[in-house]
C-alpha cells in the first residue's frame, strides 16, 4: 500500500482522463479567431481548456507561443517605439518582455517536441530565440523549420537564420540566407532591410542601396522606422546629403516618440 501511495503521489498510479482530440481542435479553432480579433486572453482562455482535453495537441502549445511573442513585442514597443523609455523604467519594461519570450520559447520547444515535422511552429521558436539572443538555438530552430519542403513562406524562416548568423557575424552566411529570401520573394520588407545591413557590413554601400531602394520609396507598404534610418547613413556614405536629410525627417515622422527617431533626429543634426 505504502508504494502505491508514493506512487499515486507523483502521478504513478493515477488514472488520467482519457484524451479528446475532437475537443481539443474545436476549443483551438475558437482561440484562434479570438486571436485573429486580438482577443487575447479570450484565446488563451480556450487554448488552455484545448489542453486540458488533449495535452498534446501540438498547435495550441504553438498558438500559446505566438501570442507569448506578441505580447513580448507589445512590451519592447512600450520601451522603443511609443516611448524611449531609460532608466529603471526601461528595465523592468525589458523584463517582462524577457519573460513573455522565455514563456513562448517554453510553448514552442513543447510544439515541436509533440511534432517535430511542425515548420510554422520551428520558426515561431527561431523569432522567440531571435528574441532571447540565443543565436545558435535561433539557426538551429530556423532549419528545422527549412527541412520542410511544403512550408509556404521559407523566406520567413531564411530571414531568421541569416539574421542568427548576422548577429554571430558570420557575414557570408547570413548574406547566403537573406540573398535567398529576398531573391524568392523580391517584395520581402524585413528581409531586404536585414540584407542591405549585411552589405553595409560588407562596405558594399552601392549594394546596400539598392537593395533598401524600395522600402525607402513606400514607406507604406514597408513602415520600416530602422530602414529609414539606415537609408540616411547610406546616402550620407555617398554624400548625397539632401537625401539623407529625407531619409532621417521620414524616419523622425514615422514615430516620433521612439529611439530610432531619436537616433535619426541626431544623426541629421550632424550633417547640418
Not at 489542453?51 to 498558438?63: F, Q, R, T, V
Request: hydrophobic share 40%; charged share 25%.
Amino acid at each position: 500500500m505504502g508504494t502505491c501511495l508514493a506512487l499515486l503521489i507523483n502521478s504513478g498510479c493515477a488514472s488520467h482522463p482519457k484524451r479528446d482530440p475532437e475537443q481539443s481542435q474545436i476549443r483551438y479553432q475558437l482561440a484562434a479567431g479570438y486571436s485573429r480579433n486580438e482577443r487575447v486572453e479570450a484565446a488563451i482562455e480556450e487554448l488552455q481548456k484545448a489542453l486540458e482535453a488533449d495535452p498534446e495537441n501540438a498547435d495550441a502549445y504553438n498558438l500559446l507561443g505566438l501570442i507569448a511573442i506578441r505580447q513580448g513585442h507589445d512590451y519592447m514597443a512600450q520601451l522603443e517605439n511609443k516611448s524611449c523609455l531609460k532608466g529603471r523604467d526601461a528595465e523592468l519594461v525589458r523584463t517582462e518582455a524577457q519573460t513573455k519570450f522565455k514563456e513562448a520559447a517554453k510553448h514552442l520547444h513543447k510544439a515541436v517536441e509533440l511534432r517535430p515535422q511542425f515548420p510554422e511552429a520551428w520558426n515561431n521558436l527561431s523569432v522567440a530565440e531571435l528574441q532571447l539572443q540565443s543565436w545558435d538555438a535561433a539557426i538551429e530552430a530556423a532549419q528545422n523549420a527549412l527541412k520542410d519542403p511544403l512550408y509556404p513562406i521559407p523566406e520567413f524562416a531564411r530571414a531568421n537564420l541569416g539574421w542568427a548568423y548576422y548577429q554571430k557575424k558570420d557575414i557570408q552566411s547570413a548574406w547566403k540566407e537573406l540573398h535567398e529570401a529576398v531573391s524568392r520573394s523580391p517584395g520581402f520588407c524585413v528581409g531586404r532591410y536585414r540584407l542591405a545591413k549585411v552589405y553595409l557590413d560588407r562596405g558594399e554601400v552601392d549594394q546596400a542601396a539598392d537593395v533598401l531602394a524600395p522600402l525607402l520609396s513606400d514607406v507604406k507598404r514597408c513602415p520600416i522606422q530602422e530602414a529609414q534610418l539606415l537609408g540616411g547613413l547610406l546616402s550620407e556614405r555617398k554624400r548625397e546629403i539632401a537625401s539623407a536629410r529625407e531619409s532621417f525627417q521620414h524616419c523622425v515622422d514615422m514615430d516620433p516618440r521612439s529611439c530610432v527617431a531619436d537616433e535619426c533626429r541626431r544623426y541629421a543634426q550632424l550633417i547640418q
